[in-house]
């Protein structure tokens, strides 16, 4: 496939992660990687890879995890709707859930401050429940 229309491929794919657009610049950083030499291949192995037979074969170890763990879900998540993360909170003991409003699979490029408030206090130990917002 031509290289222009691998670029093409990437930008289209990767726009659908995200609820709301994304600026030209911050769309070019993550479309790079997949565009410079051997990005290409790595693409569309990643995109062969996206079964959930390779998370389902550990998911029965989730259980077991001891550590404090937390989870942070773009509501709008259109790659892995919203019922997944749900899912994983419920299968990890302890672990801490929270839902991003406005956003979608890019929660870090889309909500980065309200992820950093989440972030922050679970780093410093402070931040031991489930919260919703």
Do not use: C
């Amino acid at each position: 496939m031509p290289d222009t229309i691998h670029e093409a491929i990437v930008r289209a794919y990767v726009k659908t992660a995200s609820f709301t657009p994304m600026d030209d610049l911050t769309l070019d950083r993550i479309v790079l990687p997949w565009t410079v030499p051997g990005g290409k291949a790595a693409f569309y192995r990643q995109i062969a890879q996206a079964n959930s037979s390779y998370t389902d074969e550990v998911q029965p170890l989730y259980a077991r995890i001891s550590k404090p763990v937390l989870i942070l879900w773009g509501r709008e998540d259109t790659w892995i709707p919203l019922h997944r993360g749900e899912l994983l909170h419920a299968a990890i003991p302890g672990s801490t859930f929270h839902i991003i409003p406005d956003a979608g699979h890019l929660v870090i490029e889309e909500q980065p401050v309200r992820l950093l408030e989440k972030i922050r206090p679970f780093l410093l130990g402070k931040d031991v429940t489930e919260k919703r917002i």
